[in-house]
Nanobody, 124 residues
Framework: QSRAVEFGGGVVQPGGSLRLSCVAS????????IAWFRQAPGKEREAIAS????????NYAHSVKDRFSISRDYANDIVYLQMNSLEPEDSAVYYC?????????????????WGRGTQVTVSS
């Protein structure tokens, strides 16, 4: 079964950084627009960043803009989420998702491939 796979979660102190990676199993990430979502306990899944298939268009949630950065490594078919200046409020399970075609970048229903998530905990 095709799915995305996330790596790189962990525990980090406030103000620290982490880089998450997303790879594909059973399909090629390069052919899809990719987004990162996150979900904290008791909260809805939140779209935080997206990158177009061509790699030229990005979108960010207001809560992470200027702190997080999404990028692609086309040669290795990987998508990254660089997270800087992390805050306790960033603690969540982070998911990578892929979509083709149009639709709103922040709408989870538009995405056809999902990963199982990686936990990020920001705590002193």
């Amino acid at each position: 079964q095709s799915r995305a796979v996330e790596f790189g979660g962990g525990v980090v102190q406030p103000g620290g950084s982490l880089r998450l990676s997303c790879v594909a199993s059973g399909f090629t990430l390069n052919y899809y627009a990719i987004a990162w979502f996150r979900q904290a306990p008791g909260k809805e899944r939140e779209a935080i960043a997206s990158l177009s298939g061509g790699g030229t268009l990005t979108n960010y949630a207001h809560s992470v803009k200027d702190r997080f950065s999404i990028s692609r490594d086309y040669a290795n078919d990987i998508v990254y989420l660089q997270m800087n200046s992390l805050e306790p409020e960033d603690s969540a399970v982070y998911y990578c998702a892929a979509k083709s075609g149009g639709g709103m970048w922040y709408d989870p229903a538009q995405y056809i491939y999902w990963g199982r998530g990686t936990q990020v905990t920001v705590s002193s």
